[in-house]
Nanobody, 114 residues
């Protein structure tokens, strides 16, 4: 089994910054994709950013230039640096890791006040 533990969410004002972390542990040989989804109230879950083991990244258009995804393969950890936060970034953020199958974190709330 693989467990993902997230940290770093919270309440921030518009224009502020937050850093999310997600550490994977358990029966892991290697992790291919890691990334972050988010789900706002009443909306579908959307992919925010993802990163391959080699460091290639993809972002949803709405966060390009504001969010940066990175990972430390030796620690099986993925990060999401979020800056210039907007109220529309408010959501529960979920990390995931593609090991033998896709594993999910428990979610962390990010709230951006106007």
């Amino acid at each position: 089994q693989v467990q993902l533990v997230e940290s770093g969410g919270g309440l921030v004002q518009t224009g502020g910054s937050l850093r999310l972390s997600c550490a994977a542990s358990g029966s892991i040989f290697s992790i291919n994709l890691m990334g972050w989804y988010r789900q706002a109230p009443g909306k579908q879950r959307e992919l925010v950013a993802r990163i391959t083991s080699g460091g290639s990244t993809n972002y949803v258009d709405s966060v390009k230039g504001r969010f940066t995804i990175s990972r430390e393969n030796t620690k099986n950890t993925v990060y999401l640096e979020m800056s210039s936060l907007k109220p529309e970034d408010t959501a529960v953020y979920y990390c995931y890791a593609d090991v033998y199958t896709r594993y999910w974190g428990q979610g962390t709330q990010v709230t951006v006040s106007s």
